[in-house]
Nanobody
C-alpha cells in the first residue's frame, strides 16, 4: 500500500524556520518526483516546491524562492522541505504528493499527482 506521511509542522514566529518531512511506505521514492503543496483556509491548493527523482532537479514557486529548499534522503526514503524566514502568509496545511513518471514542467499542478499525504499544519504567527 502506497502511503505518504508528512510531519514537522507547528507554530513558529515570523522569521523562524521549520523542516517538514515526507516519508514514504509501500514504495521507494528514488525514481519519483515529489511535490510540496499548501492550502490556506479559503484558498486553493498551490504548489510550493518540487524535486525530480534521480536527477534531483528542483523548482520553487516565486513566493518562496530564496527561503525554502527541498531535498531528499534516499537512505531514509524521505523528502524534506526546509522553510526559512517564514512569513504569516506561509500559514497553511502542507501536503506532499507523488506520481510515477511525473514531468517536472507540471509539478505545480495538483491534478498530476496520484498519491497524497494527509498534511501537516504550519502556523506562522507572533
Amino acid at each position: 500500500q502506497v502511503q505518504l506521511v508528512e510531519s514537522g509542522g507547528g507554530l513558529v514566529q515570523p522569521g523562524g524556520s521549520l523542516k517538514l518531512s515526507c516519508t514514504a511506505s509501500g514504495f521507494t521514492l528514488d525514481d519519483y518526483a515529489i511535490g510540496w503543496f499548501r492550502q490556506a483556509p479559503g484558498k486553493e491548493r498551490e504548489g510550493v516546491s518540487c524535486i525530480g527523482g534521480r536527477d534531483g532537479i528542483t523548482y520553487h514557486t516565486d513566493s518562496v524562492k530564496g527561503r525554502f529548499t527541498i531535498s531528499r534522503d534516499y537512505t531514509k526514503n524521505a523528502v524534506y522541505l526546509h522553510m526559512n524566514s517564514l512569513k504569516p502568509e506561509d500559514t497553511a496545511v502542507y501536503y506532499c504528493a507523488t506520481a510515477a513518471n511525473l514531468y517536472l514542467g507540471v509539478c505545480f499542478t495538483p491534478g498530476e499527482y496520484e498519491y497524497w499525504g494527509q498534511g501537516t499544519s504550519v502556523t506562522v504567527s507572533s
